[in-house]
């Protein structure tokens, strides 16, 4: 006699999952003791649902598969909807189990229609029940990674957790894996043809992060035609940042002057300006590719004239066969300038002394104590986040996660605890302003817990944005709370001391000497599982009206 409670988890395991994040109640908590008794997965119990649907979410892109969230209904569900809709957005694959009330319409303990709830934003929903648990997870496992990656949801109610699995037996999982395809050889010709009329034009190739399975590819065909690349912030690696074709430190010119874009699983939204002027030429034409048949020609003029519908790396191939005449001459001489001036203003900011700590002098710091390939780095916060994409150069894919498509804050410690979780080998790194820390800093009791040796380094400037200035110094002198900005946090708030109540080494962080001492420390600790926090104190910045960085002004 096997019971849903016992039967699930063996389903789970046999589709390859090993690793289950969420937090238990009332009536999930006898499946995540099953999953942990059966010992083939591991349940990570968080301190909050968000995290965890973050910490999720990202595992599902860190692993290529399926990441799996279990959570309790009603508000459960509710707290999870921040990973569900990150996993949305960012295309990841995530199957969410959840419990249910079974005391329908009668106001049940925690009740909720939660099918009805996600059924229009999932690919997949469906109610376990004794006889349905095969087909179910089946098709949730098929559909999180078949076509578009996304979110799948099994509502599992009380009172089906004790029944018995009918005719239950060990289980044989089907093979479930994303289904490659190639675009139109049309289409192929149609592009190649295009882009050969280009060759003595200005030429830039987007790289998305829907591109990162496919670094040896597009390696390939940039350095044989010697096209200039520009990564977007989460596609960092997947060209090396190290290639001297990389316009990074030259974006906006690159942006401005190209003629022809290759947006390679990128997307023209937000963070490429929707591909309009006056950030781009006005007459620019882009060639998308993409797996995605809805993103061709979003907002895009040209709409899919131009555009190649297909698994990246099959695309760039066959592009690369129909373009054996094109040649191109890399960078122009003026984005060669450009990328020099703007590397040497960098530099100048990082080694040019101040008072009290900022943002370029840190990175600077601990950039010389971090190796590369052995590193992935979680960064989150407004400024926090936009210096350290210029600042943590990458020449290897997926080992630069931040806020993404949903520039959301939040998502760092549940993001570390996943990097360090799929890849246990490297060294996890969580760099965040004091406000984002705020969001899931109880988490860092679910990293001690679980003995994952993360470093965090929480940049403090006593507010979001800009920072609070320092309330004896200000010309204002102290306010009264009443009176604080909206983007005043409490001075030097003590975040060192919160990590060492919640099990971690914590560390406060005011010059650079400390930081070499302290940061160091933290590595050698992080090799033995232990989580440590860096509180550094930076200066505030310039006070001044609030606008969005990443839009209105040039990133270096």
């Known amino acids: 006699m096997t019971s849903v409670s016992d039967y699930l988890p063996q389903v789970l395991s046999s589709y390859g999952i090993d690793i289950v994040f969420g937090i238990v109640g009332i009536p999930i908590v006898e499946l995540a003791d099953k999953m ?51 996993s949305i957005s960012n295309k990841w694959p995530l199957i969410v189990l959840a419990g249910s009330s079974e005391d329908r319409y009668k106001g049940g303990f925690q009740e909720l229609d939660q099918v ?18 095969d087909m179910l997870v089946y098709n949730a496992m098929r559909l999180s990674v078949v076509g578009t990656p996304g979110v799948c949801y099994l509502d599992i109610p009380g009172d089906v957790i004790h029944k018995t699995v009918p005719n239950s037996k060990a289980h044989e999982a089907i093979p479930v894996s994303a ?25 830039l190739c987007v790289i998305g992060k ?33 290639s001297p074709l990389n316009v990074s430190s030259a974006r906006s010119l690159a942006l ?59 695309s760039v191939k066959a592009l690369a066969q129909n373009l054996s005449r094109f040649k191109y001459t890399g960078l122009s001489q003026e984005l060669k300038d450009k990328v020099k001036t703007n590397e040497q203003r960098l530099h100048i900011k990082e080694i040019t002394p101040a008072p009290i700590l900022n943002y370029n002098q840190v990175y600077a710091h601990m950039r010389e104590l971090i190796i590369d390939k052995d590193t992935i780095l979680v960064t989150e916060g407004a400024n926090t986040m936009d210096v350290a994409r210029v600042s943590f150069p990458t020449d290897y894919p997926k080992q630069k996660l931040d806020a993404g498509t949903n520039a959301t804050m939040g998502v760092g410690l549940g993001y570390a605890i996943a990097a360090k979780l799929a890849q246990p080998q490297k060294t996890v790194i969580c760099i965040q302003g004091d406000s984002a820390f705020g969001f899931s800093a ?30 004896e110094k200000s010309t204002a002198g102290p306010l009264p709370p009443s009176k604080l900005p909206s983007t005043a946090l409490s001075y030097n708030c003590r975040y060192d001391l919160v990590a060492r109540g919640l099990g971690c080494d914590g560390y406060l962080v005011r010059t650079l000497a400390e930081l070499t001492t302290e940061f160091e420390k933290a590595l050698f600790h992080s090799k033995r599982g ?13 006070q001044g ?3 969005f960085g990443w839009q209105s002004k040039a990133k270096m």
């Not at 232990?530 to 310039?542: A, D, F, Q, R």
Request: charged content about 15%; hydrophobic content about 45%.
């Open 36 to 86: 942990i008794l059966q010992g083939k997965i591991r349940f990570i119990a968080f301190r909050n649902e968000q995290a965890a649907s973050y910490a999720a979410s990202a595992y599902g892109y860190l692993t290529g598969k399926p990441a799996v969230l279990l959570v309790v209904g009603g508000p459960g569900v509710i707290h999870a909807l921040a990973g569900i809709y990150n």
């Open 116 to 133: 009805s709830l996600l059924s229009n934003y999932v690919k997949f929903s469906g109610k376990i029940n004794e006889s349905n648990i």
């Open 179 to 203: 289904v490659r395809f190639s675009p139109d050889p049309s289409a192929i010709k149609n592009v190649a043809a295009l882009v050969s009329k280009y060759s003595s034009k200005r030429v």
């Open 210 to 242: 829907g591109a990162v399975e496919y670094p040896n590819e597009l390696r390939e065909f940039i350095n044989r035609f010697q096209l200039p690349f520009l990564p977007t912030p989460m596609a960092k690696g997947v060209l090396p940042d190290s």
């Open 256 to 314: 401005k002057t190209a003629d022809l874009v290759l947006v390679f699983g990128a997307r023209l939204n937000w963070i490429l300006h929707f591909g309009q002027a006056p950030k781009w030429k006005a007459n620019a034409i882009f060639v998308q590719i993409d797996k995605t048949p809805e993103e061709l020609g979003h907002n895009n003029q040209l709409g899919t004239s131009f555009a190649l519908c297909g698994d990246i790396g099959l």
């Open 442 to 471: 109880m988490e860092l009791e679910t990293a001690s817990r679980n003995e994952l040796g993360l470093v965090v380094v929480v940049m403090n400037n006593s507010g979001i944005y800009h920072g609070y200035v320092d309330p």
């Open 530 to 542: 232990k989580t440590t926090v860096l509180n550094v104190v930076i200066e505030p910045g310039k």
């Open 545 to 547: 009206k609030l606008s």
